[in-house]
């Protein structure tokens, strides 16, 4: 991975770790369910877009290369990798 | 909300502030994609719990008395907050 | 369920239908998978809909009507109705 | 995409279409909103497992050949469909 999307990456982890501790103040405090499952709804969507941004570096990178290269079990367990992600990510 | 649920609601999103640390790590330590993008779905799995528990917690509370109360407008705004939670949500 | 909302409801699902076997079509005719894939997922946003709709009518009849009855075990099972097609609706 | 895997995905689209057609019976019959919610809901869950044999066919086919071919820019065109498959199949 790049030094530019690594940091993209880990910047907006960081921040979805600080809203996930703003939303904790949230329900100490006793604020309204609906304010705080939206903000937990903000935090989901951030994490989606780090888990695409995720999923194009590694198409870019080790997916492009299994399947240039001359393993095709490799291969194959790079595209069932795929799938399940695929999968996993529609059943959340 | 009472205090078990107060408590438990803010332990989970401690836990999953946390488990984002992690994570973050992860990345710096190039971590496999793959491994990093099913560690930040168990995250998003975590909070759709949190909001699974925080929509039975409002159903059970504001839903209730707002619904067997004597203004319809406070019982039609509540209603369509309601389907708006449940549209945002698929769509995350 | 009033008429104006039961002919929409039914002409969407219909609609659905059609669109369904169109993607068939496509199939039988050895058509780009990822079109398949967006004409499947146009489907899918256009169920979801459906769903929506279904939810919205529900909250205003059964819901309202349960919720403002005498009866405490109706109205729990009414919620943890609300909160299964919530945690269902958000695994798909 | 080989006989027996566009035989099995047009008898599940078919399926889908006929399940579609009994739901909207439900609807003019005034069923109860939550049984034809969860209909929908098992049409929803079909169709996205339709979604993941089109991707897997496509990974082993079309995308294994660009990759492996000699066009960047054709490579980079299918990386990014995957990607963009995958944003929205998240927001449904």
Redesign the interface.
Same mark, same amino acid.
């Given at each position: 991975?790049d030094d530019v999307t690594?940091r993209n990456?880990?910047q907006r982890?960081?921040s *979805?770790?600080?809203h996930?501790?703003g =939303?904790?103040r949230m329900?100490?405090e006793?604020a309204? /369910?609906?304010d705080?499952?939206?903000q937990?709804?903000a935090?989901? *969507?951030a994490?989606?877009k780090?888990? =695409?941004m995720?999923?194009?570096?590694?198409?870019?990178? /080790?997916?492009?290369s299994a399947?240039?290269g001359d393993d095709p079990d490799e291969?194959e367990a790079m595209?069932q990798?795929?799938?399940s992600?695929?999968?996993?990510?529609?059943?959340?």
């Open positions: 991975m690594r990456i880990t982890l960081a *979805a770790a600080g996930l501790k =939303i904790e329900v100490q006793d309204y /369910c609906i705080i499952i939206r937990i709804q935090v989901q *969507a994490l989606q780090v888990n =695409i995720l999923l194009d570096n590694h198409l870019h990178t /080790c997916v492009t399947i240039r291969r595209l990798e795929l799938t992600v695929f999968t996993m990510s529609n059943s959340l």
